[in-house]
């Protein structure tokens, strides 16, 4: 927001899926290059596979933990979700209009090439190597603030922070206190690749993109050709 940067993680899905690991690992890449404050604020919306997840949770903490920083994640009020992200999206879908794109990395490159000022946006075109798998950390065992019946849900939760201590707090409003979270004293903090290989592609969709390489130049075949199914 001060800076106005701005950094796109791109894959296609022979390389990565849309899981909670996939989105922790873009987030945790994008905390470690940028660790000079003490203090990191994440505003998010509400999507619970993205960001409101026990999954994503576990790697803030750890994050919080080894790099000795707090970070505090912020979720939008619903129908209040708009921000200056939404404005990188509007950018590039103008510059994307009209264009012949015939493979993902030339997604990538008319990316790069939508904002000249105040300067280009970072694009990190990942592969499958990139993922990390950040389901087995217990270092938080649920996001639950309450539980009896009718206590607050984790949809209810609007600001949740990560100690370098371990510890996590919450908030339900946002001008509330903060609220301890319970934590699991789990010493598992095992951190592993997420994927061995390339991902496989859906049989059909193989088929249908053989068929579309009637109408794209000869050049680009490979590409296709070498996608597993």
Not at 46 to 73: D, E, H, P, T, W
């Amino acid at each position: 927001m001060l800076t106005h940067s701005a950094t796109c993680y791109v894959w296609h899905e022979g390389e990565g899926s849309l899981s909670a690991s996939e989105f922790a690992s873009c987030i945790g890449d994008y905390l470690s290059a940028h660790t000079e404050p003490d203090t990191f604020i994440l505003w998010s919306d509400g999507c619970g596979y993205q960001n409101r997840n026990a999954v994503l949770s576990n790697a803030l903490l750890q994050f919080s933990m080894k790099k000795n920083k707090v970070v505090i994640q912020k979720y939008l009020e619903k129908g209040h979700t708009q921000m200056e992200c939404d404005s990188v999206h509007s950018v590039i879908e103008r510059r994307l209009r009209d264009q012949d794109v015939y493979l993902p990395a030339e997604y990538v490159n008319l990316m790069k090439k939508a904002r000249v000022k105040p300067h280009p946006y970072e694009v990190k075109y990942i592969d499958h190597t990139f993922f990390q798998d950040f389901t087995k950390l217990r270092l938080c065992k649920s996001l639950r603030p309450g539980v009896r019946p009718g206590d607050p849900t984790v949809h209810d939760i609007r600001a949740i922070r990560y100690n370098n201590n371990g510890t996590m707090d919450f908030k339900i409003n946002h001008s509330d206190d903060w609220h301890q979270l319970r934590n699991s004293n789990s010493d598992s903090h095992t951190v592993t690749p997420l994927y061995s290989d390339r991902l496989k592609i859906n049989e059909l969709k193989f088929k249908h993109l053989q068929d579309l390489k009637e109408v794209i130049p000869k050049d680009f075949h490979s590409f296709y050709n070498n996608l597993l199914h």
